[in-house]
């Protein structure tokens, strides 16, 4: 998986580049079925100048979908990262289960669940 980290109005620190390079072995565990060469995972960190207000966009994408994640938080941009590290993680399980099962098998399921449960 290729990866690449873009700052706006923020110096690359170590601690932040720990914390992208941690999420991006966290997404590549779940692609591995994937050829590296057609996964790109974009990063971009950047902070509000006026305030102490700190966002993340994580792109990824994949040879048939583009997954994107953002977040913001006004503590620590190490927070914004691990939330888009993991709303990129549930996407991507969502993505592979509708390539690999199907979408209306999905619907079949959950709709069984709602069944069940009632």
């Known amino acids: 998986m290729n990866m690449s980290v873009n700052y706006k109005n923020l ?3 170590p601690k932040i580049e720990d914390a992208c390079q941690k999420a991006a072995d966290k997404i590549s565990k779940i692609l ?3 050829p590296d ?5 974009k990063i971009n960190l950047e902070r509000n100048p006026k305030r102490q207000q700190f966002f993340s966009t994580f792109s990824l994408h994949l040879p048939d979908k583009i997954l994107t994640a953002t977040d913001s938080s ?3 941009i190490r927070t914004p990262i691990t939330e888009c590290r993991e709303e990129i ?3 991507v399980k969502r ?3 509708d390539l ?3 979408p209306n098998l999905r619907k079949a399921e959950k709709q069984s669940r709602q069944q069940t449960e009632e």
Do not use: H, P, T
């Open 74 to 76: 006004f503590d620590d």
């Open 95 to 97: 993505f592979k289960a």
């Open 32 to 34: 591995s079925k994937f």
């Open 11 to 13: 110096q690359s620190d």
């Open 89 to 91: 993680i549930r996407q």
């Open 37 to 41: 060469d057609s996964v790109n995972l």
């Open 100 to 102: 690999y099962q199907g």
